[in-house]
C-alpha cells in the first residue's frame, strides 16, 4: 500500500491512502507528497544492492544517507543503521541488533538529548529527508490517524524537517 503524507504550508498536513479520496477546502498550486515508509519498505534501501539509495530513518524522518555510502553502504561500519528506523541506536551509539529500532522507551534525558543533538546537527544538516515512516503517522492497523497532528508529536518541527 502507498501512502503519502502532503503538508501543505506549514500547517496543514494530510495523510492519504492509495484509493482514499482527500478534500481540501484551500488547495495550493503546489502540494509537494512525502513518501511514508512501512519496515518492509524501508528495509529495501539497505545499501546491499548496488545502485540502489541507501535510506535510514531517525525520529520517524527518513534520510537518504547515500552520499555517506562509505559508511552506510554495503559492509561499512554503520550499514546496520540503514534499512531501518536505527532511531534507539543513535540515541545509545550502540549497533546492538536489540537497538536497532524506534522505540525510545527508558532512554535516559542524555541519551535522548545525545538523540536531539545527532537529529539536528548530524542527518538533518548532511541528508535529505526523503519521507517519514507510516509508524509516525498511521494507525496500527495502517489506516490514515485522523488525529495526527505534526506540530503535537515529540521530537517533530514541521518548519524544519520541510
Known amino acids: 500500500m502507498s501512502v503519502y503524507f502532503y503538508c501543505l ?16 477546502k484551500h488547495t ?3 502540494a509537494k507528497p512525502v513518501r511514508l515508509f512501512t519496515e518492509e519498505d524501508l528495509a529495501r534501501y539497505d545499501g546491499q544492492e548496488e ?4 535510506y535510514m530513518a531517525v525520529k520517524g524522518a527518513v ?4 552520499s555517506g555510502k562509505e559508511f552506510y ?8 543503521l540503514a534499512g531501518k528506523d536505527s532511531t534507539r541506536a543513535v540515541a545509545k551509539m550502540s549497533l546492538d541488533p536489540e537497538d536497532l529500532t524506534h522505540d525510545t522507551t527508558g532512554l535516559t534525558e542524555d541519551q535522548l538529548k545525545a538523540l536531539d543533538d545527532i537529529f539536528d546537527d548530524v542527518y538533518k544538516k548532511k ?16 489506516s490514515p490517524n ?16 520541510f
Open 28 to 30: 495550493p498550486a503546489q
Open 63 to 66: 534520510f537518504d544517507v547515500t
Open 73 to 80: 553502504g554495503k559492509g561499512a561500519s554503520y550499514n546496520a
Open 9 to 24: 504550508g506549514a500547517v496543514l498536513c494530510v495523510v492519504s491512502a492509495v484509493g482514499e479520496d482527500v478534500t481540501l
Open 51 to 54: 545502485g540502489q539509495p541507501i
Open 127 to 142: 541528508y535529505p529527508i526523503v519521507g517519514y515512516t507510516s509508524q509516525r503517522i498511521l494507525l496500527k492497523d495502517g
Open 146 to 161: 485522523r488525529n495526527f497532528k505534526p506540530e503535537d508529536q515529540p521530537h517533530f518541527n514541521i518548519r524544519d524537517e
